[in-house]
C-alpha cells in the first residue's frame, strides 16, 4: 500500500501523528495486538516533519529529572532500549557524553542537585569532576566543577522514525500522508475520524499530534487546558575548522527559577556543532523563521492567559531570549561562559525548531509527560523532551492506557 492512499474505512487501531512517538505508539500496538489493523495518519507529506526532525539529536541520560516521575523513569528505560534498537537497525549512535558545568559559585549548590538526582534516577557512570580536571574531558571547557554523563550520545531521529515506520508496515499496518484530521465522533463501533484523505472509524484512537495536541484533543472534547504555545529555538551552527572546540555536549547548569535551559554547545549526529536553543514564543507552530506569523496560531497563543502570566514571570529571561534570538553575537558571548575559546567570527546561522510547549492557565509550564483519555480515544497532551529519547518506554507506557476494541 502505498502512503498516499485513503485510510481504511475500518482499522483496530488509529494512530494520529507522525512523528518518532507516534510511529513508537503504532509500532508498538502491531507488537501487543499481532494480526490487529493499526492505521496511522499524517497531516503533513512526509513523516517526522516537525520536532522530531528538528531536535537536536540528544539522546539524554537522565540527569535533569526529578525522581520519581514519569519522564525521569522512561528517560532512563528508553535511552537503553533506543540504543539497543539503533544498534538491531544499524542505526548509528554517537555516545559522546555530556559535561555539565558550574561556572559561578551560586550554581555549584544546584550542581549538587543535579548529582542527586542523576545518581537516584540510575543515569550510568555519571562522575563529579572537579574544575581542574575539567580540561581532561573537555579542553576548551572552564569552571569550578562539572557532571560528566559519559552516556549521553546524538542520534538521526528521522531514521529512527523511518525504522518504526518499517516495522509498522512489515507488520501489515499502514501509513497515510496527508491526511490531516478535521473532525472526530463517537459511535458504538469507536471513533470515526474525519481526515483530508477520507474518514476511518477506529476501536481506539491514539493522538500524538505534537504541536496540535490540544487542537486534536478538544476534538474529542478533551480539556480546554493544558494550551499547546509555540516556542521557537534557533541554533548558531559552528564554522568548518572549529568544530574541535569541543569534544561532546558542554551543557550550563539550569536555573530554577527560569523555565529554559539556556545556551549549550551541543554536538550532532552529523559530526557539526552547534550553539543554542534560543527560546522564544512565536506566532506560529511552524515558524522556523522567526518572523513568521498564522493569524489563527498568533490569536490562540495571544488570548490564552497563562502566555503573558508566564512572559510576566519572566521578563528578564523573556528579554534575553529575545535578543539571543536576533543577535549572534549575545549567543555567543552566552555560551562563552562554558568555552571561553569561543568567537562571534566562529559561528554562523544553524537550524531550528520548534517546541510544542504545554502551558497552563495560570501560567505553569507542564513537565511532566501528560495522558489524557476521551470516549475511544487516547491523547498525548505533553510530550516534553525527553520524549524522543523515552520513545520506545514511552510508547509502551501510552498503549498500557488503551483497552483491546
Known amino acids: 500500500m502505498s502512503r498516499v492512499d485513503r485510510p481504511p474505512l475500518h482499522s483496530d487501531f488509529a494512530v494520529v501523528g507522525g512523528g518518532v512517538l507516534g510511529l513508537a505508539v503504532a509500532r508498538e500496538l502491531t507488537l501487543r495486538h499481532p494480526g490487529a489493523s493499526v492505521c496511522l495518519l499524517e497531516a503533513e507529506s512526509r513523516l517526522a516533519a516537525h520536532q522530531t526532525s528538528h531536535s537536536s539529536g540528544v539522546v ?32 548509528p549512535v554517537d555516545v559522546n557524553g555530556k559535561l555539565i558545568v558550574a561556572t559561578s559559585e551560586a550554581e555549584v549548590p544546584r550542581l549538587d542537585e543535579l548529582e542527586r538526582r542523576g545518581r537516584a534516577n540510575g543515569v550510568e557512570g555519571l562522575a563529579r569532576i572537579d574544575g581542574e580536571d575539567i580540561g581532561s574531558i573537555e579542553p576548551g571547557a572552564v569552571g569550578l566543577a562539572a557532571l560528566h554523563s559519559p552516556v549521553t550520545a546524538v542520534v538521526d531521529f ?30 458504538r463501533e469507536g471513533l470515526t475520524l474525519i481526515s483530508t484523505r477520507g474518514p476511518v472509524t477506529a476501536g481506539r484512537t491514539f493522538f500524538c499530534g505534537g504541536l ?34 569541543v569534544r561532546g555536549n558542554v551543557y550550563p547548569v539550569p536555573d530554577p527559577a527560569l523555565p529554559f535551559l539556556g545556551a549549550h554547545l551541543t554536538r550532532g549526529f552529523d559530526g557539526s556543532l552547534m550553539i543554542g536553543p534560543t527560546a522564544m514564543v512565536v506566532g506560529a507552530r511552524d515558524a522556523y523563521r522567526p518572523t513568521r506569523i498564522r ?23 523573556t528579554a534575553r531570549e529575545i535578543r539571543n534570538s536576533f543577535s549572534s553575537k549575545a549567543l555567543v558571548e552566552e555560551a562563552r561562559r562554558l568555552v571561553p575559546g569561543l568567537r562571534r567570527e566562529d559561528v554562523g546561522p544553524g537550524p531550528s525548531g520548534i517546541r510544542a510547549q504545554a502551558l497552563g492557565r495560570d501560567g505553569r509550564l507542564i513537565e511532566d509527560f501528560l495522558i489524557e483519555e476521551t470516549e475511544g480515544a487516547v491523547h498525548v497532551r505533553n510530550a516534553p523532551s525527553p520524549a524522543a529519547t523515552s520513545s520506545i518506554a514511552l510508547a509502551g507506557l501510552i498503549v498500557d492506557r488503551s483497552a483491546t476494541p
Open 295 to 317: 493569524a489563527r496560531d498568533l490569536y490562540e497563543t495571544a488570548a490564552w492567559p497563562g502566555t503573558w502570566k508566564l512572559i510576566g514571570r519572566n521578563a528578564g529571561a
Open 212 to 245: 496540535q495536541a490540544d487542537r486534536l484533543a478538544k476534538l474529542c472534547g478533551g480539556a480546554d487546558e493544558p494550551r499547546i504555545v509555540p516556542v521557537r529555538g534557533g541554533y548558531l551552527k559552528v564554522k568548518a575548522g572549529r568544530e574541535d572546540l
Open 60 to 91: 539524554h541520560a537522565g540527569v535533569y529529572y526529578e525522581p520519581g516521575t514519569v519522564r525521569a523513569r522512561l528517560c532512563v528505560e528508553g535511552s537503553a532500549a533506543l540504543r539497543e534498537y539503533c544498534a538491531e537497525r544499524d542505526i
Open 158 to 187: 528521522s531514521r529512527v522514525a523511518e525504522a518504526f515506520a518499517n516495522d509498522l508496515e512489515e507488520a501489515g499496518g499502514s501509513i497515510h500522508l496527508g491526511a490531516a484530521v478535521t473532525l472526530a465522533t463517537s459511535s
